[in-house]
C-alpha cells in the first residue's frame, strides 16, 4: 500500500471517529421511588386481618416492568421509614429479632439501589436498625447524621451510579428533628446537622471529587412547615430546591402527602420535587433524558408523575419467596387475647371523652401511678370491634412502639399544655351554626382537620370543660382532679403520657407548656422497661373480658352549640359523599 493511500485511509478513519463523536446520543434513564412504607410488604393488613391494595407484592411487579422497558438504565430508591408500621415490622424487630429482618430481605430481592434512613427506623433503636444496616445489600443513605465519636457521617453521605457514562449522584438526608420526638438512648453517639447546610456541603462535596452529570436529593423530609428551630427546620426540601443550586431532582417524603411539583432556585433553574405518599401505595417516577454531545452532557429533560400501583398485579413470585415469613406473622398476630363487650372507635376521641382513649389513659395511669394522663388518637379512624380481641387488633389501639414515660409538671403548665391541643383541634365559635372542628375543605369538597390529628391531646385524672366560644389560650376550664382533691396550678403534678410528646414530639411541651426543650430530660422520673403496645396487652390477658367505657370526665360547652355541630362535623368528617 502506497504512502499517499495510506494517509487518505487514515484521513477516512478519523473523519468518521470526528463524525461519531460529534452525533448526539440521548440517554433516558429511570429513576423510581419509594418512600415511608411503613412495614406494608404484603397484600394483606395484618392489622385488620383482610387483603390490602397496594404493597411492596405489587411495587415489585412495578418495578420489573419498568427494567424490562429500561433495563439496567433504571435506579431504584427507598426514602425511608420502613421498619416500623405493620405487625410484620413488630414481628421482626422485637418478637423474633434474630431471623433476618424482612424489611432488608425484601430490600434485597427487589433490588433497590439505595435508601436513605428515616426517624421511624431510627425509633426502633440501634440493635434493630444496626442489625438491618449490615442485612442490608444497598447502601443506607444520611449525610447529615453524624457520628459523635470520628466527625463524620454514621451512614454513607451519598452514593454515585454510571449508566451509559452518565455518572448519577444520590445524596442522602433525614429530618434533623429526631431529638425533639426520641428518647437520645435510641439515637446515642449521633447528631443530626441542619438539611439546608448538610445539602449544600455535601453538593459542593460532590461536584468537586466525583464530577456527576445528575446530582439526585433522596430526603426524608416533607416540603415545609413542622418543628423550626434557631439550629434547624424539620422539613426542609422546598428551601433546598430554592436556596441550594445543584439538584436536578428531588424525592422526598415524610409527610406523608403526596405531591409533584417544580421550584425555581436562585439561579433560575427548576428543580422536580416528587412525593409518594406512604404505606406502598404509589411510586414516584421520574424520567431524566439527557443529551451527549462529544462525550459530554449538554443538555438534561426531567420529567415526572406519581403512579398509583393499588390495582397493579401482585408479584407471585415475590409472595412464593416470602411465604414463610406471611405465615409466621399471621401466625402471631391471630392470637386471641381477650374479649370486648362493645366496640370502640378513634373518631370518637374527637368529641368528648372517648372509650378508645381513655382505655389508653387508664392504662397509663394504672401502670405508672401517676396522677394524670395525657394521650391523643394514633389513627384518624381506627376501631376494635365487639368480639374476640387479637394480637392484630393493639396496632389500631396504638400503632407505634412508644414507651410509657412520667413527667413532672405543674398545674399551670398542664393547662397551658391543654390550652394548645384544643387549640389545635377545635375552631372558635362565634354562632351555632359555625363547625365546632377545626377543619379545611378540599378542591373536591371533602373535609379533614386543619392539624395533624396524633396531637389532639386529651387529658384523663382533672376533670375539666372545653369551652368552644371562648378564643384560642381561654377554652380549657379545669375544675377538679378526678379523685375529688382540688386542682393547683402553682402544685407540681405526675403526668403520663408517651415517649414520643415526652421528648417533644408535636411541641406541646414545649410551645403549649413553655417548658424548655432542654431541660425536659430532667423532667421524666419514669420511663417504663417496654413499648406501650406491651402494657395493653397485658391488661387485656389479665381482664379477659373487658367492656371499656368514657371516663366523662371533659366535654365541650356550651351544649346547645356543640351538640349540634358535634353532630354536623362527625357527618363531614366521616361521612364522605
Known amino acids: 500500500m502506497n504512502r499517499k493511500r495510506c494517509i487518505a485511509l487514515l484521513l477516512l478513519f478519523c473523519s468518521i471517529d470526528f463524525i461519531l463523536m460529534a452525533q448526539k446520543k440521548n440517554v433516558e434513564l429511570c429513576i423510581l421511588q419509594t418512600s415511608d412504607v411503613h412495614g406494608c410488604f404484603f397484600p394483606y393488613d395484618y392489622i385488620n386481618r383482610k387483603p390490602a391494595n397496594g404493597s411492596m407484592a405489587r411495587i415489585s411487579s412495578y418495578v420489573n416492568s419498568m427494567r424490562d422497558k429500561y433495563g439496567d438504565k433504571v435506579i431504584l430508591l427507598d426514602n425511608g421509614d420502613i421498619l416500623q408500621g405493620q405487625p410484620t415490622c413488630y414481628y421482626c424487630n422485637y418478637i423474633n429479632p434474630d431471623m433476618p429482618n424482612v424489611a432488608a ?61 452518565i455518572r448519577i ?20 453517639g449521633m447528631h443530626f446537622d441542619d438539611m439546608t447546610e448538610s445539602a449544600r456541603q455535601w453538593v459542593e462535596y460532590v461536584k468537586k471529587h466525583e464530577h456527576p452529570d445528575v446530582i439526585i436529593g433522596l430526603f426524608h423530609s416533607g416540603l415545609d412547615g413542622g418543628i423550626e428551630t434557631s439550629q434547624y427546620k424539620e422539613n426542609a426540601v422546598s428551601l433546598i430546591a430554592s436556596d441550594v443550586p445543584g439538584f436536578d431532582l428531588i424525592l422526598y417524603g415524610h409527610d406523608h402527602h403526596e405531591a409533584k411539583h417544580c421550584v425555581k432556585n436562585i439561579n433560575g433553574d427548576y428543580v422536580l420535587c416528587l412525593n409518594p405518599s406512604s404505606d406502598a401505595h404509589m411510586v414516584s417516577q421520574a424520567m431524566i433524558k439527557v443529551t451527549l454531545e462529544n462525550g459530554r452532557v449538554v443538555n438534561k429533560d426531567i420529567t415526572g408523575q406519581i403512579c398509583n400501583i393499588d390495582e397493579f398485579p401482585v408479584d407471585k413470585n415475590f409472595l412464593s419467596h416470602f411465604s414463610h415469613q406471611m405465615d409466621s406473622v399471621a401466625s402471631f398476630v391471630n392470637k386471641r387475647i381477650g374479649f370486648f363487650e362493645n366496640s370502640i372507635h378513634t373518631r370518637d376521641a374527637y368529641f368528648g371523652s372517648s372509650a378508645f382513649c381513655d382505655f389508653i389513659h387508664n392504662i397509663q395511669l394504672k401502670t405508672t401511678g401517676a396522677d394524670i394522663s395525657f394521650n391523643a388518637p394514633l389513627a384518624f379512624d381506627a376501631s376494635i370491634k365487639a368480639g374476640d380481641v387479637h394480637i392484630s387488633d393493639m396496632f389500631n389501639l396504638y400503632k407505634y412502639e412508644n414507651q410509657i414515660y412520667v413527667l413532672l409538671m ?27 372542628m377545626l377543619l379545611k375543605e378540599d378542591a373536591n369538597g371533602n373535609y379533614s382537620f386543619k392539624n395533624l390529628a396524633f396531637n ?26 378526678t379523685n375529688g382533691m382540688p386542682f393547683d396550678e402553682s402544685k407540681w403534678y405526675k403526668v403520663a403520657m408517651n415517649s414520643y410528646r415526652g421528648n417533644g414530639g408535636g411541641e406541646l411541651l414545649t410551645k403549649g407548656a413553655g417548658i424548655c426543650h432542654d431541660s425536659l430530660k430532667s423532667r421524666i422520673i419514669y420511663t417504663s422497661p417496654r413499648d406501650q403496645r406491651y402494657y395493653l396487652i397485658e391488661e387485656i390477658k389479665s381482664q379477659d373480658i373487658l367492656s371499656p367505657v368514657p371516663n366523662n370526665n371533659w366535654h365541650f360547652e356550651p351544649l346547645e352549640w356543640a351538640q349540634p355541630a358535634i353532630v354536623r362535623d362527625k357527618k363531614l368528617l366521616f361521612e364522605k359523599q
Open 456 to 481: 389532639f391531646d386529651s387529658a384523663a385524672g382533672i376533670d375539666y370543660i372545653v369551652d368552644v366560644s371562648q378564643p384560642k389560650g381561654h377554652k380549657v376550664k379545669i375544675q377538679k382532679m
Open 105 to 165: 430481605e425484601i430490600i434485597n430481592y427487589i433490588g433497590y439501589d439505595a435508601e436513605t434512613i428515616g426517624n421511624h427506623d431510627i425509633e426502633t433503636g440501634h440493635p434493630v436498625y444496626d442489625k438491618w444496616v449490615k442485612e442490608v445489600e444497598c447502601p443506607i443513605l444520611g449525610a447529615n447524621v453524624i457520628d459523635t465519636q470520628t466527625g463524620k457521617p454514621y451512614f454513607i453521605p451519598y452514593k454515585i451510579f454510571v449508566r451509559e457514562n
Open 410 to 436: 405543674t398545674g399551670k403548665e398542664i393547662h397551658d399544655y391543654l390550652e394548645m391541643s384544643y387549640a389545635l383541634w377545635t375552631n372558635t365559635m362565634v354562632s351555632p351554626d359555625d363547625h365546632i
Open 169 to 188: 449522584a444520590v445524596i442522602g438526608l433525614t429530618t434533623p428533628a429526631i431529638p425533639n420526638w426520641l428518647d437520645k438512648e435510641l439515637w446515642d
